[in-house]
């Protein structure tokens, strides 16, 4: 995603990240790796459940989830896997986005 | 029909607003006009 970034926002994109963590591990984690894109913390895990992205175990029980959401608001594609090597491709996300949409 | 709380294709994205890593608040719906990849990330390590 952080390498695929130019591309999203060629096509006019914005990418959120949204993580789990509390602020201060995300604050530390981000000064060390920093990303092009903005990052939220969920420490609570209010969004996580909103989106069924359960995140409350350790690892192996976190689902890597991925939504792209069109210009009004509605879900255009949804990516919530069970495995980390579920995450879909770049590719299939830019195309979605390349797809014309009545807006 | 699905379970009402999961979020899929066509559905509206249920709006949020939380803290910023780098400080600040980030609204989800104050991008309604652009569209916007949201990815949930599986922690740091």
Redesign the interface.
């Known amino acids: ?1 952080r390498d695929d970034y130019e591309k ?1 926002t060629a ?11 509390s ?1 201060p ?3 530390s ?2 000064k060390s ?1 920093p990303l092009p894109y ?5 420490a609570d895990h ?3 459940d ?4 359960t ?1 409350r175990l350790m ?1 192996l029980g ?17 990516n919530v896997g069970n495995q ?1 090597f579920n995450i879909p491709d770049n590719a299939k ?1 830019l195309e979605v ?1 390349e797809t014309p949409r009545s807006a | 029909m699905g ?1 009402s ?12 607003t ?5 400080g600040g ?2 609204t ?2 104050s ?15």
Do not use: N, W
């Open positions: 995603m999203f096509v006019d994109a914005e990418v959120l990240a949204i993580s789990a963590e602020v591990a995300a604050q984690f981000l790796h903005p990052c939220v913390v969920d209010t969004v996580f909103a989106y069924d992205v995140s690892s976190q689902r890597p989830g991925l939504f792209v959401i069109d210009e009004a608001g509605t879900v255009l594609f949804d980390q996300v986005l | 379970k709380s999961t979020v899929t294709t066509g559905s509206l994205a249920p709006d949020f939380l803290p910023s890593a780098t608040e980030i989800l719906s991008y309604r006009g652009r569209p916007v990849v949201l990815a949930f990330l599986r922690g740091f390590a």
